[in-house]
């Protein structure tokens, strides 16, 4: 089965195809890094991981281009706040962005452009685009230049509107634009903002817009024409709809496919910096939550399925994970880990390949997973490893393999695995100690304190077996 994908902009499911033969170029819409990151930038990530991480299984050599917004009203506004310049609160909160995706194990894209490093980009976008009759420096010596949305046949389409029924552009002021809907491309200096966060540019000093920056780092590392074009589902508009009108009267063909995943709320609105109400990735591993639980979670629905956040649904989430890592555990101190299968099962290729669908995935993980424990139950060893080399496969496939080092070595999976092991281990210690002595009051009471504090304790021919209790 081919690859195939939702596309926004046709609002169909496509089947994928590349601009060139076994290549797959990708642009994400990035983070503004005006603060730290939360969960509902982390499931872009995690989710846009997942896709290339298939891409890269089913044959493609993936380019990746994950963008930084450094420089925008919202940066500004905090460094402001925080009396530091821009680009020192920009750069810090992208290395926090940068170490919790090496927690949650999203792999490093191809490159991470920053906004401030296309400015020569940007300016010659926006020189095509005046030439051409598409943008205008504004009359009153303010030295914006906006975007002439009347000008573009083509513009609303992204999204589906007509702009007679599109609100004004909020991100400078109406004062010398054609239409309140024209957009800025480039912002001129203002008296209360730094000078460090200005620019020389053909219209006088000042920075670009947030919706330039994007095309411009789009055309540098991709070219004129690349495949895929991803984001979240609050970026479709006006984010992405300028984007596209930019760039395509600018004379570049763009993106191919446009793929949105939707949101994460939190209570009835999007989890946002900017409303204040967010979840961090280190809020939730202080509740006991692991990195490796936090993955599986933001996966497992369909990307195009809204999350309502909810503490339940996410220990919920931890609880199906564990049942995955238990098994993979039992199956290994029994026939060793062996390595993941070659090929995943045919299941889960087509439930990857019907437009990502990682929920249908998960349910053939957990069919394996299953099937898995009965084959241990009846001491088949060859239908366990080949159980687990297919588990393994698939998981690793999604970034949530039980053996992947990151989550086994105690790194960014929030998991303190050789202290929890001493500990455990001194406490069944302690258990056999009493068993000999035969102490049964005080071996049940071990265990009974074990399983209070979440680890399961089984009794098996080969001495004490412990496992994170998943009920």
Same mark, same amino acid.
């Given at each position: 089965?081919?690859?195939?994908? =939702?596309?926004?902009?046709?609002?169909?499911?496509?089947?994928?195809?590349?601009?060139?033969?076994?290549?797959?170029?990708?642009?994400?819409?990035?983070?503004?890094?005006?603060?730290?990151?939360?969960?509902?930038?982390?499931?872009?990530?995690?989710?846009?991981?997942?896709? *290339?991480?298939?891409?890269?299984?089913?044959?493609? !050599?993936?380019?990746?281009?994950?963008?930084?917004?450094?420089?925008?009203?919202?940066?500004?506004?905090?460094?402001?706040?925080?009396? *530091?310049?821009?680009?020192?609160?920009?750069?810090?909160?992208?290395?926090?962005?940068?170490?919790?995706?090496?927690?949650?194990?999203?792999?490093?894209?191809?490159?991470?452009? #920053?906004?401030?490093?296309?400015?020569?980009?940007?300016?010659?976008?926006?020189?095509?685009?005046?030439?051409?009759?598409?943008?205008?420096?504004?009359?009153?010596?303010?030295?914006?230049?906006?975007?002439?949305?009347?000008?573009?046949?083509?513009?609303?389409?992204?999204?589906?509107?007509?702009?007679?029924?599109?609100?004004?552009?909020?991100?400078?002021?109406?004062?010398?634009?054609?239409?309140? #809907? !024209?957009?800025?491309?480039?912002?001129?200096?203002?008296?209360?903002?730094?000078?460090?966060?200005?620019?020389?540019?053909?219209?006088?000093?000042?920075?670009?817009?947030?919706?330039?920056?994007?095309?411009?780092?789009?055309?540098?590392?991709?070219?004129?024409?690349?495949?895929?074009?991803?984001?979240?589902?609050?970026?479709?508009?006006?984010?992405?709809?300028?984007?596209?009108?930019?760039?395509?009267?600018?004379?570049?063909?763009?993106?191919?496919?446009?793929?949105?995943?939707?949101?994460?709320?939190?209570?009835?609105?999007?989890?946002?910096?900017?409303?204040?109400? *967010?979840?961090?990735?280190?809020?939730?591993?202080?509740?006991?939550?692991?990195?490796?639980?936090?993955?599986? =979670?933001?996966?497992?629905?369909?990307?195009?399925?809204?999350?309502?956040?909810?503490?339940?649904?996410?220990?919920?989430?931890?609880?199906?994970?564990?049942?995955?890592?238990?098994?993979?555990?039992?199956?290994?101190?029994?026939?060793?880990?062996?390595?993941?299968?070659?090929?995943?099962?045919?299941?889960?290729?087509?439930?990857?390949?019907?437009?990502?669908?990682?929920?249908?995935?998960?349910?053939?993980?957990?069919?394996?997973?299953?099937?898995?424990?009965?084959?241990?139950?009846?001491? !088949?060893?060859?239908?366990?490893?080949?159980?687990?080399?297919?588990?393994?496969?698939?998981?690793?496939?999604?970034?949530?393999?039980?053996?992947?080092?990151?989550?086994?070595?105690?790194?960014?999976?929030? #998991?303190?695995?050789?202290?929890?092991?001493?500990?455990?281990?001194?406490?069944?210690?302690?258990?056999?100690?009493?068993?000999?002595?035969?102490?049964?009051?005080?071996?049940?009471?071990?265990?009974?304190?074990?399983?209070?504090?979440?680890?399961?304790?089984?009794?098996?021919?080969?001495?004490?077996?412990?496992?994170?209790?998943?009920?």
């Amino acid at each position: 089965m081919t690859l195939q994908l =939702y596309d926004t902009a046709t609002r169909s499911v496509r089947d994928f195809t590349p601009r060139e033969p076994g290549k797959a170029s990708v642009y994400l819409c990035g983070v503004t890094v005006q603060a730290g990151p939360h969960i509902g930038h982390l499931r872009s990530g995690v989710n846009y991981d997942v896709l *290339v991480r298939w891409m890269m299984r089913s044959g493609y !050599d993936v380019t990746l281009i994950r963008n930084i917004t450094d420089i925008d009203d919202k940066v500004l506004a905090k460094a402001a706040e925080a009396g *530091v310049p821009f680009w020192k609160l920009a750069y810090a909160n992208e290395r926090l962005l940068g170490a919790t995706y090496d927690a949650l194990n999203v792999l490093a894209p191809t490159y991470e452009p #920053r906004a401030t490093g296309c400015i020569t980009e940007m300016h010659e976008l926006i020189k095509r685009l005046i030439d051409k009759g598409h943008a205008y420096p504004a009359e009153d010596g303010s030295g914006d230049v906006y975007f002439d949305v009347r000008s573009f046949a083509a513009y609303g389409s992204l999204s589906n509107q007509r702009i007679d029924d599109m609100e004004p552009a909020a991100d400078a002021p109406a004062r010398a634009k054609r239409d309140p #809907r !024209d957009f800025a491309l480039w912002k001129g200096a203002k008296a209360d903002e730094p000078p460090d966060a200005q620019w020389v540019s053909p219209w006088g000093p000042g920075r670009p817009g947030w919706h330039i920056e994007c095309s411009a780092m789009c055309w540098r590392f991709l070219g004129d024409e690349f495949d895929i074009h991803g984001g979240g589902l609050d970026l479709r508009f006006p984010h992405h709809e300028n984007e596209l009108a930019q760039s395509n009267a600018a004379g570049l063909p763009f993106a191919r496919y446009w793929v949105h995943n939707a949101l994460l709320n939190l209570g009835t609105s999007k989890m946002s910096k900017s409303d204040g109400n *967010v979840i961090t990735l280190e809020s939730l591993l202080e509740a006991g939550i692991r990195a490796v639980e936090l993955r599986y =979670y933001l996966l497992a629905p369909h990307y195009r399925s809204t999350i309502d956040y909810s503490d339940d649904a996410l220990r919920e989430a931890a609880a199906a994970y564990q049942r995955i890592e238990n098994f993979a555990r039992r199956a290994a101190e029994l026939y060793g880990p062996g390595a993941p299968a070659a090929d995943v099962p045919a299941e889960f290729a087509d439930a990857m390949d019907d437009d990502l669908n990682t929920s249908r995935a998960l349910a053939v993980v957990h069919e394996a997973v299953r099937a898995g424990n009965q084959s241990l139950a009846a001491g !088949d060893e060859k239908a366990t490893r080949e159980a687990l080399a297919a588990v393994r496969a698939m998981t690793a496939t999604l970034g949530v393999d039980p053996f992947d080092p990151l989550w086994t070595d105690g790194g960014g999976g929030g #998991r303190l695995e050789p202290i929890v092991d001493a500990l455990v281990s001194l406490a069944l210690d302690q258990r056999a100690a009493a068993r000999a002595r035969k102490d049964w009051a005080a071996a049940d009471a071990i265990r009974d304190q074990l399983r209070e504090a979440g680890v399961a304790v089984e009794d098996t021919p080969n001495g004490p077996r412990w496992t994170v209790d998943a009920r």
